[in-house]
């Protein structure tokens, strides 16, 4: 993932990404992940300024997108929020939400395995508002139902296609917030017709177009892709695929006040940047870390 960033930052960068399937790696855990290293470079010079491991700063940048997503679209007060993928972004994602609306009541969690689930819920069970209520569910039906906010990372390899978080037309509520940063099928009926669609970066899903080709769906199967492939074949209009930036800039405004509102996140090079020269800096500020050769 190639990126530049300029503004204080002012750093180009690459962050190497193992693969979600093959080349992972097994934890002390016990917890297979992918493996991710950021490299940070001078923008003029090419020389090397830092070698990071970027594991938890993926997880974090990731949650974070995410929670900034939800305090600039979701202007109501939710009650009940629904984890679909208990794992370490939802974690830190949950923590997030709970600090941002103090008005939720119901937390409830679909998961794959038991282990990620109980691990989720012990999170959740020492939370220090003990009036919230805890929910495990079975399906994903009484996941999305009567949700206001859903947040989707359930992963991008599925053992069964049941797994996958296919919703329904009928199960998700109006005025809903859902923050999608893995597979996810959304019916073509809302995601066309009855949505509020808004993204990190629509050139990243043409170049997936450009790469895939048509249906880059099915080799991704992202929120933004399905978003794309619709503007590919004129069921959604370019015009109204809103980016999250410009709505924090005031540039954009959502006018609807009742349909559902998607918020596909593919995962900037640029957010790796931004976060790995603020640790950086501060592991000069506190002389941590090893000083690499000339």
Not at 50 to 65: D, G, K, Q, S, W
Not at 190 to 201: G, I, P
Request: charged share 20%; aromatic share 8%.
């Amino acid at each position: 993932m190639p990126s530049y960033l300029g503004g204080r930052f002012n750093c180009v960068g690459l962050k190497w990404h193992g693969p979600n399937v093959r080349g992972v790696i097994e934890t002390p855990l016990g917890i297979v992940e992918t493996n991710y290293t950021l490299i940070l470079n001078d923008p003029d010079t090419g020389a090397r300024r830092a070698i990071l491991p970027a594991n938890v700063l993926t997880t974090y940048r990731t949650a974070a997108v995410s929670i900034c997503a939800a305090k600039w679209l979701y202007d109501h007060e939710p009650e009940t929020i629904a984890i679909i993928g208990p794992g370490k972004i939802n974690s830190l994602i949950l923590e997030g939400l709970l600090k941002t609306y103090p008005s939720i009541r119901k937390i409830k969690i679909k998961g794959h395995t038991k282990t990620s689930i109980n691990r989720f819920v012990e999170k959740c069970s020492n939370l220090e508002n003990n009036d919230i209520q805890i929910l495990v569910v079975d399906s994903m039906k009484e996941a999305v139902e009567e949700s206001d906010i859903i947040s989707v990372n359930a992963g991008f390899d599925f053992d069964d296609i049941h797994q996958m978080p296919i919703f329904r037309k009928d199960w998700i509520k109006d005025s809903s917030l859902i923050l999608a940063m893995s597979f996810i099928k959304i019916p073509n009926d809302v995601l066309w017709n009855h949505s509020v669609k808004v993204v990190d970066a629509i050139g990243m899903y043409d170049n997936y177009l450009s790469e895939y080709g048509y249906p880059s769906y099915s080799h991704l199967s992202i929120l933004g892709n399905s978003i794309i492939d619709g503007i590919h074949i004129g069921k959604i209009n370019r015009d109204s695929v809103l980016h999250l930036s410009d709505i924090i800039t005031g540039n954009k405004k959502i006018t609807s006040n009742s349909s559902p509102i998607l918020f596909g996140s593919g995962g900037l090079g640029i957010e790796d940047i931004a976060l790995g020269v603020d640790l950086l800096k501060k592991a000069e500020k506190l002389n941590i870390g090893v000083l690499l050769e000339d």
